[in-house]
């Protein structure tokens, strides 16, 4: 079963993107990743801006960031299969340590990387 991981990316003072939470769905040999401004919490909709690709190194992964690009921990970890995809929707049944139920990630048709993510436990 695929792995995911949630984590939260603090930066550094004077970047264009602040603080937030990456997560990242591991998918054919990368983590498909989205940088959200929090933490999915059930009955919100969460903005969400889809990433490049990372390493799975990122799986496992806590500290520096290469390129003086600030510094991740992680937040929640588990396993997930994919309920349902298709060209502008993801739901994914999450197994992790804190999100455990479905997650929607549903892209937004004028931003090529504007999402929104929402959740519901179970």
């Known amino acids: 079963m695929p792995r995911f991981?949630?984590?939260f990316h603090e930066t550094p003072a004077g970047?264009?993107?602040g603080k937030h939470f990456d997560l990242m769905l591991e998918h054919d040999g990368v983590l498909r990743t989205w940088a959200m401004?929090?933490?999915?919490?059930?009955g919100e909709i969460v903005a969400a801006?889809?990433?490049?690709?990372h390493r799975l190194h990122y799986l496992d992964y806590e500290g520096e960031v290469s390129g003086n690009r600030g510094d991740v921990r992680r937040v929640d970890a588990g396993v997930y299969y994919v309920v349902e995809e298709n060209?502008?929707?993801?739901?994914?049944?999450l197994r992790g340590e804190k999100l455990r139920g479905t997650?929607?990630?549903d892209h937004d048709?004028?931003?090529p990387h504007r999402w929104r993510v929402s959740f519901s436990p179970g």
């Open 5 to 7: 991981v949630v984590l």
């Open 15 to 17: 970047s264009a993107r």
């Open 37 to 42: 401004e929090k933490m999915p919490a059930t």
């Open 49 to 53: 801006e889809k990433l490049p690709d």
């Open 87 to 93: 060209a502008t929707t993801i739901v994914a049944s």
């Open 103 to 105: 997650i929607t990630l």
């Open 109 to 111: 048709d004028g931003e």
